[in-house]
């Protein structure tokens, strides 16, 4: 008897899945895998029912003998293990990003003789319709705000990048990168109060009121699934911080950041060119405990931003800061620095981690972009913040845009350069 395997990465079992069984049950054997939690989040394909409830879903379908974890997206560990004569897919996975994968499954194969079997994509009515409402249902805010928390558990560090517009959410959302045989995504957006303000032309010093900021995160939500973390600069009054935080966690935000600032805050990353005063910690402490009294849900996070750094105080300010928030209350600690590299960033996390186990860590590497990802995990951070970095390619782009039409008198030169509409559209989904 021959042996078949498919690689599953749904939460519900369409006509597309029974035909892919069906195929493969003429073949022989048929074993599922089931991709697990960590690799279904790097594919984009963030789950809403667990790993054993999957398990058990596969199990359930008529033809299916066998169900086992898949732990890598390219397949070697289940390969190597199985050793199928066979291995079925749908033919969706001809394209990029996933082309890299099929290619690579391909070539395992053929090492000890095994098949790929690309089988026609199932694309009618009811499939569209499932797919849709599988994507409305992590949209809603249920889902979305409590997919915050689940990845800081799920996944080694949270990658969060800026959004601003619909747009930019939009390529949050859906760009996925293959990379040396791997695929990535972003897991979360920031609502970034200097991008926020910068696609207004004003300035980033709490200018632009809440119903507008509201307004923003209502048009990324319009159209993505990821969570969002809000920047909440330094709150505002305490009286009105507990209103925010009762309509972030109601619109389905995940995470609001609050900066010990006060006064008229200014952007971190002037640091001391200009005039900021720091919160006192009983202060801020005061503001953090009631927004967490405020707060219904056990899913939002109010994360405590220490600007001791920023502000050159010295690292002991910044650490008693940290075990006052997080004892009056904080689900994370942010901890910003403008310089160049990264060293005393590290020195936080490391003195900060041991003392402290659990509490997230939530870093900005504007400045400090030199350090990785990996190494931010290695020294205990939880979530890495991309804050300004699509506003800041964009702006140049459009700049340069302008000063071309006015300099040849037409866009002829420019084009070359310029997104084809067409292409615009294939991003924007319609119904
Ligand atoms: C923002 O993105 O608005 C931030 C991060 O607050 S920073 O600009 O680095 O201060
Ligand atoms: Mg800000």
């Not at 390219?74 to 290619?103: C, F, S």
């Not at 090492?111 to 569209?128: A, Q, R, S």
């Not at 632009?208 to 973390?229: A, G, L």
Request: charged share 30%; with cysteine; proline share 3%.
């Amino acid at each position: 008897m021959k042996t078949v395997y498919t690689c599953f990465c749904t939460d519900i079992i369409h006509d597309g899945h029974i035909n892919i069984i069906e195929e493969a049950h003429k073949r022989g054997k048929v074993i599922v895998g089931c991709l697990s939690d960590e690799a279904l989040i790097r594919y984009n394909k963030f789950p809403t029912i667990s790993q054993d409830e999957r398990i058990k879903l596969y199990r359930s379908i008529d033809g299916v003998e066998e169900v086992v974890i898949q732990n890598d997206m390219l397949y070697d560990d289940v390969i190597t293990l199985i050793q199928p004569d066979y291995v079925v897919h749908g033919d969706n996975w001809m394209e990029e990003p996933e082309k890299a994968i099929r290619d690579h499954v391909e070539e395992m194969l053929k090492t000890y003789g095994g098949e790929l079997v690309d089988i026609p994509y199932t694309c009618n009515e009811k499939v569209k319709k499932i797919d849709m409402q599988l994507r409305e249902k992590l949209a809603m805010p249920e889902y979305r705000r409590k997919r915050l928390r689940q990845l800081i558990s799920m996944t080694p560090i949270v990658k969060v990048m800026e959004a601003h517009s619909g747009l930019t959410g939009l390529i949050v959302e859906k760009t996925v990168v293959e990379h040396e045989g791997k695929l990535d995504q972003f897991d979360a957006m920031w609502i970034s109060s200097l991008c926020d303000s910068t696609v207004k032309g004003k300035p980033d010093i709490e200018l632009v009121d809440m119903t507008s900021r509201f307004k923003t995160i209502d048009d990324i939500m319009e159209v993505t699934t990821k969570p969002i973390i809000f920047d909440g600069d330094t709150g505002g009054l305490t009286e009105h911080f507990v209103y925010t935080v009762r309509s972030l966690e109601r619109m389905g935000v995940s995470a609001v950041i609050i900066e010990d600032k006060k006064g008229l805050k200014k952007n971190s990353l002037f640091g001391t060119e200009v005039e900021q005063t720091q919160a006192t910690i009983e202060e801020f402490s005061a503001k953090i405990a009631a927004g967490k009294k405020a707060q219904l849900t056990d899913d939002f996070m109010i994360i405590a931003r220490i600007e001791s750094l920023i502000l050159e105080k010295k690292m002991e300010d910044a650490l008693e800061r940290a075990r006052a928030f997080v004892k009056a209350g904080a689900d994370g600690i942010m901890i910003h620095s403008r310089k160049k590299t990264p060293e005393e960033i590290i020195d936080f996390c490391n003195k900060f981690r041991d003392e402290d186990k659990k509490t997230p860590i939530v870093v900005v590497p504007s400045s400090f972009n030199v350090i990785t990802e990996e190494e931010l995990a290695q020294h205990g951070v939880n979530i890495v913040i991309y804050a300004n970095q699509l506003t800041r390619s964009a702006f140049p782009a459009m700049q340069q845009t302008a000063v071309d039409i006015l300099r040849y008198h037409r866009a002829k030169e420019v084009d070359d350069r310029l997104m084809p509409i067409k292409k615009i559209i294939t991003l924007i989904d319609e119904l």
